[in-house]
């Protein structure tokens, strides 16, 4: 017999073995027996429900991933010895990752056992007229309308929902991948590590002589024209005729960018690579949630950061010194004893200047800092504008996004070369990989946030309030997102409860279409190929990503999909509830974000005031006063906000000199410029109104003042709320109807029940109904930590 044959034989009596094992598994284990028992009750139901009307989507999903997990699960108890492997992998669980492969087969049973549970109940109660429901609003993969701030299904708005790095090796076409249950979007391009970089735009497809690899474009020009989907290009790297041509090409690399931006080679092979493949996917429904052009891109450059093991930055290029060098000969007009005066150096000239790289945490707060961060964010909107620009002179129409890492906006280091808002200003989509978590596995003992909330949520809304402030009117696409696991957020037992508030409140702030982080089992329940063998990957990145996360989680994986239906249920009234407007602009300026250590997280301090006041809370800065119709807002806040540049205050004057409302902190903002000189300039105010709180105010004081000035502009709903603390914990918002009366979704970020009563301002009763369940409220009730409710207010 020949080898292969001999393979085959092994191949097939391991098949057997396999099937042998799982008919045993399903025989013998108690919860396996109970699991299939449910499974046979929710089907009749299904039936029942079918004979009398009932929509049955949401419980068709729900036996769905019964079905699929209690496979996992005679997976995982199959090859325990694999799976603790896995386990092992991610280093906070690798001490019990024996015990965990143990555990695992029949926690996934016992969550298998209560998804079914709830679907059971949910169908006896509508059977029998206890309660009522929307039917879902089912995803239209193949049929997806582009709007101008919203992707469309059968006419109405519709939330997209997936995986990034989706089970990969697997063909798009494969039906139990890609469906309503997981999500179907196809796409040109996953995740790390892929082989050949499978489906992404990559300088890979690009020979030497300047023609192109025909096999691997194919895996571009192959994929099925039918579903909604996307494009990314995948910058890790550089094929190695690229490196024998220029050995600096690396210099100055970041963890995702595997070459020098700078560098006029590597900009070469991107203009022929991004044009070929914008021109062969032109007007592609792969492409109609646009063409994401870097993955997570930053550029940390200063001493003893992480990143620096990665060599980020550890070595500039003779291209962004001679860049940086004819920065500063424009930012200083040629003047070079001025240069000298603010770093305190000798050059002789603009072409002599040097930088040390990377630059001393010591610097910061001082001009020799600000110009390197500030240069280091220019040059990669210089890139982004490069590569935006390749793709339109072949694809005009083609809409992009950048997977902006939101806590690049959102915590205090500046030094990564990311403007939020430039690049955000300059895409056609708001994109980004935003998290949400609760505590990080690294800490051990409970963080600051834990003594108000349930769950970390600064990052995402502060970003994604900034990020629609600047971009009102665009589609919001995260394309990773990290609510249900992330590299340091991981928690097996994870609350279906938490699912669901984190991906409602994110698609409140502005989210349009998410793919969740990550979808790794094949079919047959086995890791995907990536995940297979020994794996060197850094930990955590990829080989540590399974352990703990969705593909152990049927009670999660159940719940994404859910809540999700559920909000294209109630897709219009989403929107209406995102139209509020942000009567309050909290005034950012990079300048001071550059400078002050602790700048972002004083800001949050303000934001985080504002942020239970029932209105989204907003963001102003030079451009969007420059750009957008200021009557939108009602007064800007400047809150310890010391450093600005000359065309920041000049806005902030030109705002009032039009007759807008100006409240500043007293002596603690606006007297610096990025230079940390003294401004001998005040602002006045015009015909506007200028509010100056002088002496020593609280954020509290603050915030009444504010408060009080758009006090008429402010909803007639009133919501109070307790606790059982002294903080506010209920997220909500309003929107009026055309029939007068009112849509309110309540969010619980709180770590307690909270009891809540709604009224009038004109101190008339309100009456509240849940929209998704039909139940009577009326003006008192309670809502649980992680609560979500949807209600219909008279």
């Known amino acids: 017999m020949t080898l292969k044959e001999n393979l085959n034989i092994i191949k097939l009596l391991l098949l057997i073995f396999t099937m042998v094992f799982f008919i045993s598994c399903e025989q013998g284990n108690p919860l396996t027996k109970e699991a299939l028992s449910k499974v046979d009750k929710l089907e009749k139901l299904i039936e029942k429900s079918r004979a009398n009307s009932i929509d049955i989507t949401r419980e068709e999903t729900t036996l769905w991933f019964a079905n699929e997990f209690l496979k996992f699960a005679n997976w995982d108890e199959a090859h325990k010895e694999e799976v603790g492997k896995l386990f092992g992998y991610y280093t906070p ?16 049973r016992r969550k298998v056992i209560e998804i079914l549970d709830k679907s059971i109940n949910d169908l006896e109660q509508l059977i029998a007229g206890e309660r009522t429901r929307r039917p879902v609003a089912k995803v239209d993969w193949e049929n997806i309308e582009v709007s101008k701030d919203m992707f469309l299904s059968h006419g109405k708005p519709i939330f997209l929902y997936d995986y990034f790095s989706k089970t990969v090796g697997k063909p798009l076409t494969t039906k139990s991948v890609y469906n309503d249950h997981l999500g179907n979007i196809y796409h040109g391009g996953s995740t790390l590590y892929e082989v050949n970089q499978d489906r992404a735009i990559n300088p890979f497809i690009l020979n030497e002589d300047g023609s192109f690899d025909e096999e691997k474009l194919k895996l571009i020009t192959d994929i099925p024209d039918t579903n909604v989907g996307f494009m990314i290009l995948w910058n890790m790297g550089m094929p190695e005729w690229v490196h024998k041509q220029d050995p600096d090409i690396t210099k100055g690399r970041s963890l995702f960018t595997g070459f020098d931006i700078d560098n006029p080679l590597a900009r070469k092979v991107w203009s022929d690579v991004i044009q070929k493949a914008g021109a062969l996917t032109k007007d592609k429904k792969v492409t109609q949630m646009g063409y994401v052009l870097a993955n997570e891109p930053h550029w940390y450059s200063e001493k003893k950061h992480w990143t620096a093991r990665f060599n980020e930055m550890t070595e500039l290029s003779s291209h962004t010194i ?8 424009v930012k200083y007009k040629g003047n070079i004893k001025e240069l000298n005066d603010n770093w305190k150096t000798s050059f002789k000239n603009f072409a002599a200047v040097a930088i040390e790289t990377p630059i001393d945490k010591a610097k910061r707060g001082t001009p020799i800092w600000y110009d390197w961060c500030r240069y280091n964010m220019d040059r990669s909107i210089d890139w982004f504008t490069f590569l935006q620009g390749e793709l339109h002179k072949v694809n005009p129409n083609a809409d992009t996004s950048i997977k902006i ?12 070369g990311i403007d939020t808002e430039a690049l955000t200003d300059l895409t056609s989509m708001i994109g980004n990989d935003a998290k949400m978590r609760e505590r990080d596995v690294r800490s051990k003992k409970p963080e600051e946030w834990e003594e108000r909330y349930s769950y970390f949520w600064e990052e995402m809304s502060v970003a994604y309030d900034f990020m629609e402030s600047v971009s009102p009117n665009k ?30 409140l994110a698609t409140l702030h502005g989210m349009d279409a998410q793919l969740a982080w990550f979808w790794a089992r094949d079919p047959d329940g086995s890791p995907e190929d990536r995940l297979e063998g020994e794996l060197d990957f850094f930990d955590p990145a990829l080989a540590g990503s399974l352990a703990g996360s969705v593909n152990q989680q049927p009670h999660v994986a159940n719940e994404y999909t859910q809540v999700m239906m559920d909000l294209n249920s109630y897709s219009e009234e989403i929107f209406e509830l995102r139209k509020q407007r ?5 005034f950012h300026s990079e300048a001071s974000a550059i400078n002050k250590k602790l700048h972002m997280k004083q800001q949050f301090h303000m934001y985080e005031a504002l942020y239970f006041e029932g209105f989204p809370v907003g963001y102003a800065t030079e451009n969007i006063i420059k750009k957008q119709d200021n009557s939108t807002w009602d007064a800007i806040l400047v809150y310890k906000t010391p450093y600005v540049t000359n065309g920041e205050f000049e806005a902030l004057q030109s705002y009032l000199n039009q007759g807008g409302s100006v409240i500043v902190d007293g002596k603690n903002s606006l007297t610096l410029n990025e230079y940390g000189q003294k401004r001998k300039m005040s602002l006045f105010k015009g015909k506007g109104t200028l509010i100056m709180m002088d002496g020593e105010v609280s954020v509290e004081d603050i915030r009444e003042q504010a ?14 709320e307790d606790n059982g603390t002294e903080y506010k914990g209920c997220v909500w918002r309003v929107a009026k109807t055309t029939e007068g009366s009112f849509i309110i979704n309540i969010l619980n970020v709180g770590k307690n029940t909270a009891k809540l009563n709604l009224s009038f301002k004109n101190n008339q009763k309100a009456s509240a109904i849940d929209m998704m369940n039909g139940q009577k409220l009326g003006a008192n009730f309670e809502l649980k930590s992680n609560g979500v409710l949807l209600l219909m207010v008279k």
């Open 405 to 416: 890492m939101p806590n690049m906006f959102t915590e205090n280091e500046r030094s990564h």
């Open 707 to 720: 408060l009080e000035t758009i006090s008429n502009n402010l909803s007639e709903i009133v919501l109070k």
């Open 475 to 504: 589609i919001h696409f995260n394309s990773e997102s990290h609510f249900l696991s992330a590299a340091w957020w991981r928690k097996l037992d994870t609350s279906a409860d938490y699912v669901r508030s984190t991906t409602w």
């Open 582 to 586: 942000r009567p309050i602009r909290l």
């Open 93 to 108: 669980f690798s001490d019990d990752k024996e015990k965990s492969a143990e555990n695992l087969p029949d926690f996934e």
């Open 322 to 329: 001679s860049k940086l060098q004819k920065w500063l000969e």
